[in-house]
């Protein structure tokens, strides 16, 4: 058995080396707020945190993870919906179908605590998640009141 550190517990999985993360959040260990898109790492559906940083995890073999990174996926990102980033969402109703949002979420929380009061061109060069709604400029403008919230 394998073990990852996911949301702040040790979970045990089994998969193949080369599984990318995505599949064994979902299927073994039952997160599925982390969602499938495209499958090589464009749309940023699938963005979770390891150790912080926002990574695309279609893409990351399983087995070059270890077990004391810190994982974290939209469930652990709060656990009652209360992170500024997730606020600020249901505040400006940034969804339209909302598949992408969870990945956007990810990307937007791991951006502000490295920018704290990014600019308009700082979230379009960090943010490259895709929305096939084309939510971008609520989205902009969430992210700027979730840093706003963090600040003051």
């Given amino acids: 058995m ?9 979970e045990e999985f089994e998969a193949e080396p080369d599984t990318p993360l995505l599949w064994v959040l979902r ?6 707020g982390t969602k499938f898109g495209c499958g090589i790492a ?4 699938c963005t979770v945190h390891i150790d912080g940083v926002a990574t695309r995890s279609c893409v ?6 270890e077990e ?3 994982i974290v996926t939209i ?9 500024p980033v997730q606020k600020a969402w249901l505040a ?10 969870t990945g956007m979420i990810m990307a937007a929380a791991s951006l502000l605590p490295t920018n704290p009061q990014p600019s308009d061109a700082d979230i379009s ?9 084309g939510t971008y400029n609520r989205v902009r403008a969430a992210i700027h009141m979730a840093a706003d919230e963090k600040a003051g």
């Fill in 125 to 133: 060069a960090e943010i490259t998640n895709i929305c096939r709604c």
């Fill in 60 to 65: 990351m073999p399983v087995s070059s993870i």
């Fill in 2 to 10: 394998a073990r990852l550190t996911v949301n702040g517990r040790v």
């Fill in 42 to 45: 464009q749309c940023g559906a």
């Fill in 92 to 101: 400006l109703d940034v969804p339209q179908c909302g598949y992408c949002q």
């Fill in 27 to 32: 299927e073994q260990l039952g997160m599925t």
């Fill in 75 to 83: 469930e652990g990102l709060s656990s009652d919906g209360s992170h």
């Fill in 68 to 70: 004391s990174q810190k």
